[in-house]
């Protein structure tokens, strides 16, 4: 292929990036809909009581949504939730679900509030109660994300209403003070969704319930569906990371880009995935995206003024391992890809006031111990590599292991399917698979062009690419995509790619 044609295809998905860049600099772009979000929040408008044109449109695109079949838990969750969303008078039995993780155990008591809520058989409200006011303790969650707090006590609300218990004003209470003055619930439709349910049951007429039905109603799309958060600070962090060395991208996005997200630093010192400017306050710092933030930020003056206070926030919520969790939670476990995010971030910086070395060897030892990565936020083959490698060395056994394993499960159109089993290739999982075969130096001409020809093929006259499959974990199991950020990554790839020789030269002999 030659590089010219590479060359367009980049230039086109650049303009495409500029044509939606927002004028606070930001990138924010709303997530494709699907069942989860939707039958919550058509359930919650149905005990709210509200005008039938949100139940018809919402309803009437639940009806042809297809259920997420990339494990069985999500199908089957999947499919009950939209039958209960669509028949609330006859609401179906909960299905006896898969149970392998704790991730699934989370996403169950969810689907049993819901149940709970309908009324549906094999939901035991008593069971709900007692599993919701345990995970918040004496302390009443305290130790937990707003997020997941918001759940539990909407949970215990919900149980401790279908026992027949008089209402816990305490817990009420509590619920209101998580909700932000827009009404939402942590810049999340779900968590607002899933509260909206709650205190329409117990506090109906009160200005929380009033505000909570009104955002949910407010954030209903235009085609009748809600959509999981859109993450601007995230979003346009990666774009930064992804896009920067293009020179129309540089001298037209990244300064104002770089301003928004010097103005979205928390007063905590790292940043959260979701602006002010999105819904309420945004969201509470995260580890991952302060890490993906300092990376795009590196080099800059942006950077340069946001250091102190990164590194303050580095410090404290560094662990005794030298590790970083994503939040701040007691229900938190390690992510790969966020340590590897921290670490590069640190450096990127050329600081030495926070530790990362042994954050570093970490990274290793997990490779060694399992003989692969894993990362958390994106289910893309590559991912995990394109993330961890620059950290440990793109040079080393674990890098060229994982470019090994990528290189042996190339399509034969030329791409990397977004998940083993998926039917398709994805866009974002080849420029990414390519980002590791370059990077690391293994990989072959041939595959390399063979990429590289899907990724200009499969591109849209506007520029852009269809993603065939969700991507990105949210919650777990559950998948969702927000294809700006399959954007980014694949520009990122396509960089590579028209960087390579073999992209040239194998155009020669190309049938």
Same mark, same amino acid.
């Given at each position: 292929m030659?590089?010219?044609?590479?060359?367009?295809?980049?230039?086109?998905?650049?303009?495409?990036? %500029?044509?939606?860049?927002?004028?606070?600099?930001?990138?924010?772009?709303?997530?494709?809909?699907?069942?989860?979000?939707? @039958?919550?929040?058509? %359930?919650?408008?149905?005990? @709210?009581?509200?005008?039938?044109?949100?139940?018809?449109?919402?309803?009437?695109?639940?009806?042809?949504a297809?259920?997420?079949?990339?494990?069985?838990?999500?199908?089957?969750?999947?499919?009950?939730?939209?039958?209960?969303?669509l028949?609330?008078?006859?609401?179906?039995?909960?299905?006896?679900?898969?149970?392998?993780s704790?991730?699934?155990?989370r996403?169950?008591?969810?689907?049993?509030?819901?149940?709970?809520?309908?009324?549906?058989?094999?939901?035991?409200?008593?069971?709900?109660l *007692?599993?919701?006011?345990?995970?918040?303790?004496?302390?009443?969650?305290?130790?937990?994300?707003?997020?997941?707090?918001?759940?539990?006590?909407?949970?215990?609300?919900?149980?401790?209403?279908?026992?027949?218990l008089?209402?816990?004003?305490?817990?009420v209470?509590?619920?209101?003070?998580?909700?932000?003055?827009?009404?939402?619930?942590?810049? /999340?439709?779900?968590?607002?969704?899933?509260?909206?349910?709650?205190?329409?049951?117990?506090a109906?007429?009160?200005?929380?319930?009033?505000?909570? =039905?009104?955002? %949910?109603?407010? *954030?209903?799309?235009?085609?009748?569906?809600?959509?999981?958060?859109?993450?601007?600070?995230?979003?346009?962090g990666?774009?930064?990371?992804?896009?920067?060395?293009? +020179?129309?991208?540089?001298a037209?996005?990244?300064?104002?880009?770089l301003?928004?997200?010097?103005?979205?630093? +928390?007063?905590?010192?790292?940043?959260?995935?979701?602006?002010?400017?999105i819904?309420?306050?945004?969201?509470?710092? *995260?580890?991952?995206?302060?890490?993906?933030? %300092?990376?795009?930020?590196?080099?800059?003056?942006?950077?340069r003024?946001?250091?102190?206070?990164?590194?303050?926030?580095?410090?404290?919520?560094?662990?005794?391992?030298?590790?970083?969790?994503?939040?701040?939670?007691?229900?938190?476990? #390690?992510?790969?890809?966020?340590?590897?995010?921290?670490?590069?971030?640190?450096?990127?910086?050329?600081?030495?006031?926070?530790?990362?070395?042994?954050?570093a060897?970490?990274?290793?030892?997990?490779?060694?111990?399992?003989?692969?990565?894993?990362?958390?936020?994106?289910?893309?083959?590559?991912?995990?590599?394109?993330?961890?490698?620059?950290?440990?060395?793109?040079s080393?056994?674990?890098?060229?292991?994982?470019?090994?394993? #990528?290189?042996?499960?190339?399509?034969?159109?030329?791409?990397?399917?977004?998940?083993?089993?998926?039917?398709s +290739?994805?866009?974002?999982? =080849?420029?990414?698979?390519?980002?590791?075969?370059?990077?690391?130096?293994?990989? =072959?001409?041939?595959?390399?062009?063979?990429?590289?020809?899907?990724?200009?093929?499969?591109?849209?006259?506007?520029?852009?690419? *269809?993603?065939?499959?969700?991507?990105?974990?949210?919650?777990?199991?559950?998948?969702?995509?927000?294809?700006?950020?399959?954007?980014?990554?694949?520009?990122?790839? #396509? /960089?590579?790619?028209?960087?390579?020789? @073999?992209?040239?030269?194998?155009?020669? +002999?190309?049938?």
């Open positions: 030659p590089a010219r044609e590479a060359r367009r295809c980049l230039d086109r998905a650049v303009a495409a990036c %500029l044509e939606s860049q927002r004028l606070n600099g930001s990138w924010a772009t709303p997530a494709r809909p699907r069942i989860l979000e939707n @039958a919550l929040a058509a %359930l919650a408008l149905t005990k @709210a009581e509200c005008g039938s044109p949100h139940h018809d449109r919402v309803r009437a695109w639940l009806r042809q297809e259920p997420q079949r990339h494990d069985a838990f999500t199908a089957a969750a999947d499919a009950w939730l939209r039958a209960l969303a028949d609330v008078t006859n609401p179906p039995p909960l299905p006896v679900f898969p149970r392998d704790a991730a699934y155990q996403r169950l008591l969810l689907l049993r509030t819901l149940g709970v809520a309908a009324g549906a058989p094999g939901c035991s409200p008593y069971e709900l *007692d599993h919701a006011t345990k995970a918040l303790g004496h302390a009443g969650g305290t130790s937990l994300t707003g997020w997941h707090r918001a759940q539990f006590l909407s949970a215990a609300i919900i149980a401790g209403h279908a026992v027949g008089p209402v816990d004003e305490g817990m209470a509590a619920l209101a003070a998580e909700q932000a003055p827009d009404g939402s619930y942590h810049a /999340m439709p779900l968590v607002t969704a899933m509260a909206c349910l709650a205190l329409t049951r117990v109906p007429g009160r200005a929380a319930t009033q505000r909570c =039905t009104a955002r %949910l109603l407010a *954030d209903q799309h235009a085609d009748g569906t809600w959509r999981f958060t859109t993450f601007d600070v995230w979003d346009t990666l774009m930064v990371r992804c896009l920067r060395g293009h +020179s129309a991208f540089d037209l996005a990244r300064p104002g880009a301003d928004f997200l010097a103005d979205s630093q +928390s007063p905590q010192g790292g940043w959260g995935s979701v602006s002010s400017a819904a309420g306050s945004g969201l509470d710092c *995260d580890a991952d995206t302060t890490g993906n933030t %300092l990376l795009a930020l590196a080099g800059t003056e942006q950077g003024r946001a250091w102190p206070a990164v590194a303050v926030y580095a410090r404290e919520t560094q662990d005794a391992r030298g590790l970083w969790t994503t939040w701040r939670s007691s229900r938190d476990t #390690l992510a790969q890809d966020t340590v590897a995010h921290m670490v590069g971030g640190m450096r990127a910086h050329g600081c030495d006031e926070v530790d990362v070395r042994r954050a060897h970490w990274l290793h030892q997990q490779h060694r111990g399992a003989g692969r990565w894993t990362a958390d936020w994106y289910v893309f083959p590559g991912y995990p590599a394109a993330e961890i490698a620059p950290v440990v060395g793109w080393t056994a674990a890098a060229r292991s994982e470019a090994r394993t #990528l290189a042996a499960t190339q399509n034969r159109d030329g791409g990397w399917p977004a998940y083993p089993g998926a039917s +290739s994805s866009p974002a999982a =080849t420029a990414l698979a390519a980002t590791v075969l370059i990077r690391s130096r293994t990989s =072959t001409p041939q595959a390399l062009a063979r990429a590289a020809r899907f990724l200009v093929e499969t591109q849209r006259n506007d520029g852009t690419w *269809d993603e065939p499959d969700p991507f990105m974990s949210g919650p777990r199991p559950f998948l969702t995509d927000v294809l700006a950020q399959a954007h980014a990554l694949t520009c990122r790839g #396509l /960089m590579d790619l028209m960087r390579h020789p @073999a992209v040239a030269r194998s155009s020669r +002999s190309a049938p």
